[in-house]
């Protein structure tokens, strides 16, 4: 199991908002089924195989490509651990209990 947070910046848009090309991203993942899935103010979080997540950040990257832009800048951090399954909700999760034992 891996995690990844994937930031797809669409750049040579004359309009400074990015959130079409931010939405039309939220659609893509919504119709496959091979990662899951959370998005942030500031990227996307992802959960499932590294192949798929790789698979499905190639896909995200080309977006706004598909929508005219011209240049696209991705950021994706990949944390992948193999002696155990680890959720996005597992490290989170991971941290809370910490803060709660110091109170």
Same mark, same amino acid.
């Given at each position: 199991?891996?995690?990844?947070?994937?930031?797809?910046?669409? &750049? @040579?848009?004359?309009?400074?908002?990015?959130?079409?090309?931010?939405?039309?991203?939220?659609?893509? &993942?919504?119709?496959?089924?091979?990662?899951?899935?959370?998005?942030?103010?500031? @990227?996307?979080?992802?959960? @499932?195989?590294?192949?798929?997540?790789?698979?499905?950040? %190639?896909?995200?990257?080309?977006?706004?490509?598909?929508? %005219?832009?011209? #240049?696209?800048?991705?950021?994706?951090?990949?944390?992948?651990?193999?002696?155990?399954?680890?959720?996005?909700?597992?490290?989170?999760?991971?941290? #809370?209990? &910490?803060?709660?034992?110091? %109170?």
């Amino acid at each position: 199991m891996a995690t990844a947070e994937i930031s797809v910046i669409a &750049l @040579g848009s004359a309009d400074p908002s990015a959130s079409a090309y931010v939405a039309e991203i939220q659609r893509r &993942l919504a119709s496959q089924d091979r990662v899951r899935y959370r998005m942030s103010a500031m @990227g996307t979080e992802l959960e @499932g195989s590294t192949a798929d997540i790789l698979a499905v950040a %190639g896909e995200l990257h080309a977006v706004p490509f598909e929508l %005219g832009l011209p #240049r696209v800048y991705t950021v994706l951090k990949l944390d992948e651990r193999r002696d155990k399954a680890q959720t996005l909700d597992d490290k989170v999760s991971s941290v #809370r209990r &910490l803060l709660d034992e110091r %109170g």
